[in-house]
């Protein structure tokens, strides 16, 4: 079915401390995201890179945290950018860093409340991203926006989030990078956490068809934050935090096709891409791939099976 898409650049670099994420957008761009999309049928519209909402410096309790002022204003102009685009089409966010996500998906958010829907969030990524403004030894913001999502407290320079996330609305999937604060406010919020370790004792799809199950039987709205460390960086190298033993290419693929078959995603974060990291560009075209094979391209098409 033809989509109008929404591509929202959102060159964020203030989440983390390595500099290049800002430059994520651009080679999506060229990398012919919205070339690969219209071939398969879709409506593209590029709005162009989105601006943080101005604020004075703000400091924090705990002094490891750092370009909290920015953050913040990226996370209202996204809100808003997300919130008007999903009225209209589906939203793809083009990053720049994780920390993008606190706006994205609170604007997804504050969508699905208009509509009276639920919103699910599939979280593909190595980190679980659960750090509050507190508990962050590094003081990098792209390791904060699931519990931002989740309504932990501890957010008082940002907007409330709208409608918070209850657990079984929230899903990750490929973890393997878990700091001792993050564990120990996991386990008490349970929200489903398939590792790599469950990905290699059940595979890929088994956990996914579940989590999708649950948004469909519930009428939900799914956005989906792709981390490029989602991915094992001997295929996606462009991304500042490589964690060994991500998904393979096939794993990736299979991940999107499902979600594509599913019918249920409304919205998409692209996230980490560094294309100064990056190697002759290959980080990028794998990501628009697997956006095509989100958006329905299929190597082999299967008729449906009668029952």
């Not at 519209?45 to 002022?69: C, K, Q, S, T």
């Not at 604060?181 to 990905?199: T, Y």
Request: hydrophobic share 45%; proline share 7%; net charge negative.
């Amino acid at each position: 079915m033809s989509q109008k898409v929404i591509l929202i650049g959102a060159p964020v670099d203030t989440g983390q401390k390595r500099a290049g994420c800002l430059m994520g957008p651009a080679a999506y761009r060229v990398a012919g995201l919205a070339e690969a999309i219209t071939g398969l049928g879709h409506h593209v519209i590029d709005r162009g890179d989105v601006a943080p909402v101005a604020h004075p410096p703000m400091a924090h309790e705990n002094p490891a945290v750092h370009h909290l002022a920015e953050t913040v204003g990226w996370t209202e102009a996204l809100s808003q950018a997300g919130q008007a685009a999903a009225a209209e089409g589906f939203p793809i966010f083009l990053g720049g860093d994780h920390s993008l996500s606190l706006g994205s998906v609170a604007g997804m958010a504050a969508h699905a409340a208009s509509l009276g829907r639920p919103l699910f969030l599939l979280w593909l990524d190595a980190h679980t991203d659960f750090h509050t403004l507190a508990s962050t030894q590094s003081g990098n913001l792209h390791g904060t926006p699931v519990a931002y999502i989740a309504g932990r407290p501890g957010f008082d320079a940002f907007p409330p989030f709208p409608a918070p996330l209850p657990p079984h609305r929230i899903c990750m999937l490929g973890i393997r990078s878990v700091d001792d604060a993050e564990e120990a406010a996991l386990i008490p919020a349970e929200i489903e956490i398939a590792d790599m370790r469950v990905l290699d004792e059940r595979g890929i799809g088994a956990p996914l068809r579940e989590f999708l199950a649950r948004v469909r039987a519930e009428n939900g709205l799914l956005h989906v934050s792709l981390d490029v460390d989602f991915l094992d960086p001997s295929i996606a190298p462009a991304v500042g935090t490589t964690v060994p033993g991500g998904t393979t290419f096939r794993e990736a693929h299979l991940v999107m096709e499902l979600l594509h078959e599913s019918g249920l995603v409304s919205s998409l974060d692209l996230v980490e891409l560094n294309p100064f990291l990056d190697e002759r560009g290959r980080t990028a075209e794998l990501m628009v791939d697997l956006v095509a094979s989100l958006m329905g391209r299929k190597v082999f098409d299967r008729p449906t099976r009668m029952h």
